[in-house]
């Protein structure tokens, strides 16, 4: 292999790793708050549900394109750049959404980090043949 694969695999292997990180802290911590802040609010059922649904997709998401990514990055086809860089441009393209929501804070910053890896990574990856 040549250190140019190598290097890209290793941006993407590393986004790929603080994605699924960060989809994890955000299934694993963040739910249960989300359930206890749903809870203590006037939402109907209907809305406190669908914002559970939500919450969950998010995360799910989040491991789908971490998933991806990795799959992407180290098997051989010919639109595996296409999709390294589809991965990295979507993780980047949320970060103003959220920062225009919720504000600046650990979360989005690991993002932007997986993005930007990603990405780097994807451009890295020598073009399909």
Do not use: D
Not at 19 to 32: D, E, I, N, S
């Amino acid at each position: 292999m040549k250190k140019r694969q190598i290097v890209a695999q290793l941006l993407v292997g590393l986004g790929s790793l603080n994605v699924l990180v960060g989809a994890g802290l955000h299934l694993m911590a963040g739910y249960p708050r989300v359930i206890a802040a749903l809870a203590a609010s006037n939402l109907t059922v209907l809305m406190a549900n669908a914002m559970r649904a939500v919450f969950l997709i998010v995360g799910l998401a989040w491991i789908t394109i971490a998933i991806v990514a990795l799959i992407a990055a180290f098997t051989q086809t010919r639109i595996r750049r296409v999709l390294v860089l589809f991965c990295g441009f979507s993780l980047l393209a949320e970060i103003p959404i959220w920062v225009g929501l919720m504000g600046w804070f650990i979360g989005n910053e690991m993002f932007l980090l997986s993005g930007v890896l990603i990405t780097f990574g994807g451009f890295l990856l020598p073009p399909s043949r």
